[in-house]
T-cell receptor
Framework: DAKTTQPNSMESNEEEPVHLPCNHS???????IHWYRQLPSQGPEYVIH???SNVNNRMASLAIAEDRKSSTLILHRATLRDAAVYYC?????????????FGTGTRLKVLA | DAGVIQSPRHEVTEMGQEVTLRCKPI?????LFWYRQTMMRGLELLIY????????DSGMPEDRFSAKMPNASFSTLKIQPSEPRDSAVYFC?????????????FGEGSWLTVV
């Protein structure tokens, strides 16, 4: 699987938007971009995924660069409950392998 | 839906003892994954199964670790003999291959301490 690079940590104020970046310069044309997050003392949970177009769901938005070499997870209004480690993962659906390899992620701290 | 169910949630055991961790995947899911998480190494994939068959066990650290999936609703991860360096959180996860979304669902983890 192609690698991703994320900042180790970020801080945000409560009620403000948060932009979490992910670089994936070696992404292939069939790689989907997935985001998961891990709340304290819990297993990771799905946030959002996309291929080329920007995506929105009830949890977040995903903005994908035109060249797909980077993406940004957007939390529109951070709450204290959004404090977690956020993982950006590339998944090649066509490869026939279904391993999810997690990197070190970005630890988001939300300040009250 | 009950989600992925793991047991025990917490276990403290003495070095040299056998440890068995259990997992019940989400009904209908055909992929099952075992992960280990530590502060030093992060979240590591140990092994995964498809339709109860082990597909890739390259992440299993050594022969002391073994995993089985006797049927679609049950899997075990066994450590024998256990060592203090095995102390970690062990997550089980399952997935149903339907499309690119291919969401993976994690259990709450089994927190293992080997003293």
């Amino acid at each position: 699987d192609a690698k991703t690079t994320q900042p180790n940590s970020m801080e945000s104020n409560e009620e403000e938007p948060v932009h979490l970046p992910c670089n994936h310069s070696t992404i292939s044309g069939t790689d989907y971009i997935h985001w998961y997050r891990q709340l304290p003392s819990q297993g990771p949970e799905y946030v959002i995924h996309g291929l080329t177009s920007n995506v929105n769901n009830r949890m977040a938005s995903l903005a994908i660069a035109e060249d797909r070499k980077s993406s940004t997870l957007i939390l529109h209004r951070a709450t204290l409950r959004d404090a977690a480690v956020y993982y950006c993962i590339l998944r090649d659906f066509t490869s026939g392998t279904y391993k999810y390899i997690f990197g070190t992620g970005t630890r988001l701290k939300v300040l009250a | 839906d009950a989600g992925v169910i793991q047991s025990p949630r917490h276990e403290v055991t003495e070095m040299g003892q056998e440890v068995t961790l259990r997992c019940k995947p989400i009904s209908g899911h055909d992929y099952l994954f075992w992960y280990r998480q530590t502060m030093m190494r992060g979240l590591e994939l140990l092994i995964y199964f498809n339709n109860n068959v082990p597909i890739d066990d390259s992440g299993m650290p050594e022969d002391r670790f073994s995993a089985k999936m006797p049927n679609a609703s049950f899997s075990t991860l066994k450590i024998q003999p256990s060592e203090p360096r095995d102390s970690a959180v062990y997550f089980c996860a399952s997935s149903q291959v339907r499309g690119p979304g291919n969401t993976i669902y994690f259990g709450e983890g089994s927190w293992l301490t080997v003293v």
